[in-house]
Structures are given as structure tokens and as C-alpha cells.
């Protein structure tokens, strides 16, 4: 087994977005992935948000039956849908949406769904976003990134605080860049 990685970018992120986050808020994960470890190739951040800010709603979606399962044993409080996020619209504002490990358009209709949001009006206060690309190198996943940072700015969002770093975990896309972008 692997040893947890300490660079794992559940913890920097959620380290980035908590002063952005009020507790109560209410936080749409796109494609959040599998929630614990070791598979890490999700995120831990309803842990660690709520660790931080107490009393969060958090709301993980994605495409894959066997990835919500698990959240739901892992994360039980938290609410869990398999849906296609390029799909999903939902009912409600949420106060937050994330989107960690962005997926190429060409791949997956995920990032559709911040655009949804925007048209019907149900804008998230801060959003997370998150990419990766081979290191030193560019990537459909960062074009993807950039093309829904962009759709923001144009509505008047503000990047509020960005960066990258160097995943150590085992994977393909180890370079990664984030953006918090709040609503003006």
C-alpha cells in the first residue's frame, strides 16, 4: 500500500478555499470522485471542510455507480448522485461548486454543467476549479480549465487566488493549477 501522500491536494485545496467558505454553506462537487483513501483519486475535502467550518451540505455527483457507493459508506451525512454532470442541473443555489481534475471536452460533458448553473441562474458564490497536465507540459484537461475559468470572468467572477503544484501521488497528470474565482 502507499503511504499517504502529504502532498495530496485535498489538503492545499482545502486549505485555499476555507477562508472563501462560510459554514452552512452548501457545496456542489463535480465529478467528486471516490471519497476516502487509498484510492485518492477523488478528494477528502467533505472531511476536511468540515473539520474546518463545521456544519457544511455538501454534494458530491458523478457518472460512476461504484464511485457514489463508496462515498455514500465513507460520507454517509453528505448527499451523493450518479448523474452526468453535463446534465445536471439542479434545483437549488449552491454556495460553492468544485471541480477537481478537470476533464478534456473532447472526453467528458462535466464542464457543461457551469454554464447550466449561469443560465439558470443558480451561480455559485466561489467556485474551485482544478487541472493537471504531464509534467512540463500543456494539456487538453488546463485548455478545458481556462475555457470555464473564462465563462466565469465573462459573468463577473473574479479570480480571487490561484496557483499550482506538483502532485506526488501516482499519476498521469502530476503538474496541477487551481483557481478560486468568487462572484463580484
Known amino acids: ?31 467528486c470522485g471516490y471519497a476516502a483513501y487509498p484510492k ?51 434545483g437549488k443555489k449552491y454556495d460553492a461548486v468544485f471541480h477537481l481534475g478537470f476533464d478534456r471536452k473532447d472526453l467528458s460533458d462535466a464542464w457543461k454543467v457551469h454554464g447550466n448553473l449561469l ?9 474551485l476549479l482544478e487541472a493537471g497536465s504531464p509534467a512540463g507540459k500543456s494539456s487538453r484537461h488546463l485548455e478545458s480549465f481556462r475555457e470555464v475559468q473564462a465563462v466565469y470572468c465573462e459573468r463577473g467572477y473574479d479570480v480571487v487566488c490561484s496557483g499550482s503544484y506538483f502532485w506526488t501521488y501516482r499519476v498521469t497528470q502530476p503538474a496541477r ?3 478560486i474565482l468568487e462572484a463580484a
Open 119 to 127: 443560465r439558470a441562474g443558480l451561480g455559485p458564490r466561489v467556485v
Open 1 to 31: 500500500m502507499i503511504d499517504y501522500d502529504k502532498s495530496n491536494r485535498s489538503i492545499l485545496l482545502a486549505d485555499a478555499v476555507a477562508p472563501h467558505l462560510r459554514a452552512g454553506d452548501s457545496i456542489l462537487d463535480v465529478g
Open 40 to 90: 485518492f483519486q477523488g478528494t477528502t475535502l467533505p472531511r476536511l471542510l468540515r473539520d474546518t467550518l463545521g456544519d457544511i451540505h455538501y454534494h458530491g455527483i458523478d457518472n460512476r455507480t461504484d464511485v457514489i457507493a463508496e462515498c455514500r459508506k465513507t460520507y454517509p451525512e453528505d448527499e451523493w448522485t450518479v448523474t452526468d454532470a453535463g446534465l445536471f442541473v439542479p
Open 177 to 179: 493549477q487551481w483557481a
